[in-house]
């Protein structure tokens, strides 16, 4: 419970908008913001942004930071912060994915909306992700909507836009992230 409540307050404080001052150790703390690029988990500062040929079409879920273009450091203080992506053929997107995609690239957060697991599993057979804690089952393609298991909601969007080949967030989260309050 301790652990659950310290997630959501978490994802309180690093929802807030970034400022110009804000040192380096803030704007690791923070969730994806609008201008973000991304770089590959285990990369981190070093690595270079995510470009549309880094994200294999059909393949499996590939794991993100937020970097901070600005400071050129990854949000990577807050587990909240991980994102998920993948790379779909766009004429299999529906609803608000649709919109939210760059080149068929779909973002979301990785954080599962029952009690903020890593949801990382990709169901090749069902074409879901699945969460390794409960088994709760998102689909993508449907702008991260519940198919089955004890998650409360959807996984949170991040909308996207490609500049100059790279990955660039476009829009804020579309939803809360973290696990449900309990
Ligand atoms: S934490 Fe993901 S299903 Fe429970």
């Known amino acids: 419970m301790l ?9 309180t404080r690093t929802s807030l908008p970034a400022r110009a001052d804000d040192p380096p150790d803030a704007a690791r703390g923070m969730l994806a913001q609008v201008g973000d690029q991304l770089v590959a988990f285990g990369s981190e500062d070093g690595g270079a942004p995510l470009a549309v040929s880094d994200i294999p079409p059909h393949s499996d879920v590939v794991l993100a930071w937020p970097l901070d273009t600005a400071r050129r450091v990854a ?6 912060n991980l994102i998920i992506l993948m790379h779909f053929d766009p004429s299999s997107l529906s609803g608000p994915e649709t919109a939210r995609a760059a080149n068929g690239i779909v973002a979301f957060t990785a954080v599962c909306s029952h009690q903020a697991c890593w949801v990382t599993d990709w169901l090749s057979s ?3 992700l699945q969460c390794p804690c409960h088994q709760s089952e998102y689909d993508l393609r449907q702008g991260g909507k519940v198919v089955s298991g004890p998650a409360p909601r959807g996984l949170a969007g991040l909308p996207l836009k490609v500049a100059d080949g790279k990955l ?15």
């Not at 949000?75 to 909240?80: C, E, H, K, Q, V």
């Open 3 to 11: 652990g659950v409540a310290y997630v959501l307050a978490a994802a």
């Open 75 to 80: 949000r990577n203080a807050s587990r909240l």
């Open 126 to 128: 069902k074409q879901l």
């Open 168 to 182: 660039v967030v476009a829009g804020p989260f579309t939803d809360r992230v973290g696990g449900q309050k309990l």
